[in-house]
């Protein structure tokens, strides 16, 4: 298993509402990547932290956003969830450009 | 645009033989390829990576090999056993924009004892 660690496991929201993530990352990681996996499919890319800055973004609206701290944690934040927003939601740790280690994911589920 | 196509989606083999999964990437940017193994319920686990400046790489019964002029990568496993049984994506690391891993859409492989 890797160091990297989610929560919460899982979480039960409404349309609407607003959500926050949490992310550890594995000792010595500078960099963590959010990932969205719908059932059935590959993890899509939302964005990435590195340095407490965004690096770079995948196609996701802006009501999708996240901080990094200086521990090198971050958050996901969604705001005005929709049904659609219903995935497993995966966040990756790695040292800048190196292989990403992903943690054990938050369930969300939108009714 | 940015692009993963893996195939099959499902592969069914029987204990011992081999198993081959083929991912084609669109960026001829892209300079690096994981694959993970995703058990029913679990995390994505990388199994095992190459960068493009690599042609194939080993990893006991664990094997992937690039082309880089056809943009094509693939995993071998061989010896297959009934805990491979997985879902298993490839990834491609798109050049110029960090680490943005594109995922293929996973082949789910079943190792029949």
């Known amino acids: 298993e890797t160091g990297v660690t989610q929560s919460p496991t899982h979480l039960i929201k409404t349309r609407g509402q607003q959500v926050t993530l949490r992310c550890s990352s594995q000792s010595g990681h500078n960099t963590v990547s959010w990932y969205q996996q719908a059932l059935g499919q590959g993890p899509q890319f939302i964005f990435q932290y590195y340095r407490e800055e965004e690096n770079g973004r995948g196609n996701f609206p802006p009501r999708f956003s996240g901080l990094q701290f200086p521990n090198y944690s971050s958050e996901l934040n969604v705001n005005a969830l929709e049904l659609d927003d219903s995935a497993l939601y995966l966040c990756a740790s790695s040292i800048t450009g190196g292989s990403q280690y992903f943690g054990p994911g938050t369930r969300l589920t939108v009714l | 645009g940015e692009n993963v196509e893996q195939h099959p989606s499902t592969l069914s083999v029987q204990e011992g033989d081999s198993a081959v999964i083929k991912c084609t990437y669109s960026?001829?940017?892209?300079?690096?390829f994981p694959w993970y193994k995703q058990e029913l319920g679990k995390r994505p686990q990388l199994i095992i990576d190459i960068r493009s400046n690599v042609g194939e790489k080993k990893d006991q019964r664990i094997a992937v090999t690039l082309n880089k002029t056809a943009k094509h990568f693939s995993l071998h496993i061989t010896e297959t056993q009934p805990e491979d049984s997985a879902v298993y994506f490839c990834?491609?690391?798109?050049?110029?924009?960090?680490?943005?891993?594109?995922f293929g859409q996973g082949t789910e492989l079943s190792v029949k004892p």
């Open positions: 990834a491609a690391r798109m050049g110029n924009q960090g680490g943005k891993l594109i």
């Open positions: 960026d001829s940017a892209s300079n690096y």
